[in-house]
């Protein structure tokens, strides 16, 4: 039987917890007036220390920005971690701009995803903090911190850091990778400030490598380069080069020079600016220019003989002050228009400015870099851009062969392994005569039909062979296409002869008016 003697009474119980906490109240008072402040916070923070429940986790906080730049390891982990959605997940943030092919995925605030890597959980949280100083990232404009926080056990720290955080940033960048939209960038004139600038549009050439007609040695060549290059980065920061690579694209138009730009873009997923040196009047826009190309981006300047001309080349004067200036200096001068009229001479861009900038400071600074040239006349080129070093590779883009032929009657007309009967006549005529791939490709356009098509292609290979023009360049080709294309060509050739005439000094912009008229002439077909 329980005995009622040993429990104390509801009084006594009250006046003990009363006493207590009038000595206890006296205490911190006593404390208040006698320890100073620094004392008294040292006091609690040992008080909580010791008598804190140990952790053995860890967790890494991993905020969006370091306050200046973006930082690398939140970005990847926002890719990552949209791959990672599970079913526990309940709120999720999504978006798609116009500039997007697939919607984006993100965490929503406080979600959290458990990943395993070698065995290890590790678990992952998304969490929006408000900053300290309200004014929060200086870099997303937002008004607070977005974070992540990755927690596991502590054991396990070296390995995260050094091999599952890496392994995160390699995956995230190559999802973004197959994501990723190319932009072409041209350029745009603001007016108002006298200024030109870059513009960008979505890059959707669907030229490939696997579209490209040209010799399968010569195509396996520039992918392996391509390859090399980008896997190299050890390698250039350790002989002390910049990340970039030259690349001189030449043949006639039409052979794919531009398509081949497109193929490396698309192969690479690098964005592509086009600087169009007829457009930049003066070095220092240029410099601007280049300085604010991205990296992992691909500089082409096409045709560069018509944009970058020896002034005594274009109107043969070998007494001209600027054309003496330049050879002395050992650069090849362009001056717009007004400058060879007015005689100002202010406007003025050099080749061996533009290379030199290229070489120098504009290629290191930055990183994975390519630039291209093309041009139809590799023999006019300005000794400086061929010189040893410059140009890294020299692509010769040439006239159709038999391996292009059939890449290009696959492509266009389903015919697989040259099995028809025109092909081998067609292969014999390739031999001797000589057509650019756009040529090929016109013909194919014209008809579904492989026995038209095929048909209409040794049509023209015998009206070449005819005419002789079995090695003319593009231009003259043109000519031979139709009835349509012969007349139309002849009016747009009468129309430039009557323009050219009172513009002999600048060949150039001449050159450049026939290649379009060419160009016309193909589209118009299409
Ligand atoms: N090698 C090729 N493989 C597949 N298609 C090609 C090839 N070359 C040209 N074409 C076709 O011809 C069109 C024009 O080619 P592209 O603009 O690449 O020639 P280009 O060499 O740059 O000419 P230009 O010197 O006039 O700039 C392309 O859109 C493509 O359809
Ligand atoms: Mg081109």
Redesign the pocket.
Known sequence: MLSTENIPSASTLFATYASMTASLMLFRSMANDFLPEPVRNYACFAFRYFFKPRSKELTLVIEDSNGIARNQIFEAAEVYLSAKIGPSIERLKICKTPNEKVITIRLEKNEQIIDSFRGVQLRWRFALVEAADGKGNSHSMRPEKRLFELTFHQTHKDMVLNSYLPHVIELAKDMKDKTRVLKMYTLHRVPDYDAIRWDSVKLE?P?TFD????EPDLKATIMEDLDRFVRRKEFYKRVGRAWKRGYL?Y????????????AMANYLKFDVFDLQLGNVTRDSDLRTLLLSTGNRSILVI??IDCSVDLPDRRNGNENNADAQQSKAAGAAVRKNKTDFAGGKGQHMLTLSGLLNFIDGLWSSCGDERIIVF???HKERLDPALLRPGRMDMHIH?SY?GPY?FR??AA?YLGITDGEHKLVAEIETLLKTISI???????QFMKSEDADVALAALIKLLKAKERNGSGDVD?DEDEINLDEVAILESKKLKTEDQTQDKGKETAAGPIRRRR?RS??RI?KSKN
């Open positions: 050439h030229a579209t490209l007609a040209m694209l043949g006639p138009p039409g052979t794919g020079k531009s398509s081949l730009v497109a096409e045709d093309t041009t139809n883009m159709c292009g890449l290009l492509n650019t791939p756009a040529q090929v490709a016109e593009g290649k060419s160009g193909r």
